[in-house]
């Protein structure tokens, strides 16, 4: 498997793991209006605000691997030791991520991958008024 850019060969199956991981945060706030209609859409409004030079993907065997049944096998700590290669050639100092919150996995995995200090914390306080009580 190998890293590289984005090409526009791959926008529908970057909009289908958007699709996929929109489904996530659905399950995780039990909210289905997360990604609105079309989440694959999303995804385009994504690349334009970050750019292709800035969108890398998982190649194998001509092959994207980007969905859920590949979680686990060490994926994600090759693409966080990529950026963060690719971050000191551009000599940035600091990566940042936002895991959500209620996604255990995703901030046990970022502590794991060396993400230890705390920026931010953003807190909610439902209302009784409010139908997510």
């Not at 289905?32 to 409004?45: A, M, N, Q, V």
């Not at 030079?53 to 590949?70: G, R």
């Not at 060490?74 to 690719?86: C, E, M």
């Amino acid at each position: 498997m190998k890293i590289r850019n984005f090409q526009s060969s791959n926008l529908q199956r970057c909009r289908k793991l958007w699709v996929e991981m929109a489904g996530r945060y659905r399950e995780i706030y039990d909210d289905l209006s997360i990604g609105g209609i079309h989440p694959g859409l999303e995804f385009d409004e994504h690349l334009e605000k970050v750019g292709a030079e800035m969108t890398w993907v998982f190649e194998s065997d001509d092959i994207l691997v980007v969905t859920s049944d590949m979680r686990g096998h060490g994926l994600g700590r090759k693409l966080i030791g990529h950026l963060a290669r690719k971050a000191e050639e551009m000599e940035v100092l600091c990566l940042g991520v936002n895991p959500v919150g209620r996604n255990r996995e995703a901030v046990e995995f970022f502590c794991d991958s060396g993400f230890i200090t705390l920026g931010h914390i953003q807190m909610f306080r439902w209302l009784e008024s409010s139908s997510e009580v």
